[in-house]
């Protein structure tokens, strides 16, 4: 069997590390994108030119077995403060990315029978909170995307799935941005590593669509 390729759009310390190595180690050729960082695959995501390119420039002697969104970006504003241009891009970033992946994928992955797709929401893709007009648009949008994509390609043997990753990843970013964050209450970006690896590799018999994730000491 040859070497696959696992391509995780938007990799980044924490998740997107976390991601690498566990699927690395699992013996798949891992591509990480992001727009910036050392070590990964550089492309604007949100440009359809672009990551059409990306993928054109995949090994094809490792075939492509399915891409990880985890493309995010984080907006914490007043409703009345976020300007139209700030709202489309976090938008963008997080929306139109997985909108222009899932084009070069599904497309892929159907002609070789099958793959997975997975997209990672938050807390904000069920229930919006002050300051996250933004944010929380783009997470609901990428949700009914996900469950779109689901019922158009799980014929074509497309796992889509959808995981609400309901609290903070422990990471440095999470400490800058929120002050109260404690390891403790947090989950940790290898746990939920293993868990898109068991996604990955579910039989198709009893594929999960979305997923709840939180850590032990959050709340509903």
Request: aromatic share 8%; glycine share 8%; charged share 15%.
């Amino acid at each position: 069997m040859p070497e696959k390729t696992v391509l995780i759009a938007g990799s980044s310390d924490g998740l997107g590390q976390a991601l690498q190595t566990r699927f690395s180690a699992g013996g798949y050729h891992v591509v990480p994108v992001s727009r910036r960082g050392v070590g990964h695959v550089h492309a604007d995501l949100s440009d359809a030119r672009a990551t059409a390119a990306l993928f054109d420039g995949l090994d094809p002697a490792k075939p492509l077995a399915g891409v990880i969104h985890n493309a995010m970006q984080f907006h914490r504003q007043a409703f009345m403060d976020t300007t139209p241009q700030v709202f489309e891009q976090v938008w963008r970033s997080m929306t139109l990315t997985a909108v222009n992946v899932a084009q070069q994928a599904i497309p892929r992955l159907r002609a070789q029978g099958g793959g997975c797709l997975i997209f990672s929401g938050a807390s904000g893709s069920l229930r919006a909170g002050p300051l996250f007009s933004a944010f929380s648009s783009a997470k609901f949008a990428l949700r009914g995307l996900a469950q779109s994509l689901a019922r158009e390609h799980t014929s074509d043997g497309i796992h889509v799935a959808h995981t609400i990753l309901d609290g903070l990843i422990w990471s440095d970013k999470t400490q800058q941005r929120f002050d109260a964050a404690q390891e403790a209450s947090s989950m940790a970006a290898k746990d939920l590593a293993e868990v898109y690896w068991q996604l990955f590799h579910q039989a198709p018999s009893a594929w999960t669509h979305e997923l709840d994730l939180r850590p032990m000491s959050a709340k509903s």
